[in-house]
């Protein structure tokens, strides 16, 4: 998904980001707008991932909501 889309359907994947990762705030939802990158970088902050993991889940998270 490209960025175009993610930041037009953010308002959609807010909800299962959310649900996904938990430890992401609504500040933090706020923050990211729909852009991959700072999405990413949450992950790496709150979780601990890498930046190969980081993008691994993003991606997978992605591709289960592309439908």
């Known amino acids: ?4 889309i993610l930041k037009g359907k953010w308002h959609e994947l807010k909800g299962g980001v959310k ?3 938990g430890k992401l705030t609504d500040d933090d939802l706020t923050t990211v707008e729909g852009k991959s990158e700072k999405l990413m970088g949450l992950l790496q902050t709150k979780y601990g991932y890498t930046k190969d993991k980081a993008e691994e889940e993003y991606k997978s998270f992605i591709s289960n909501h592309k439908k």
């Open 1 to 4: 998904m490209n960025e175009d």
């Open 19 to 21: 649900e996904k990762w």
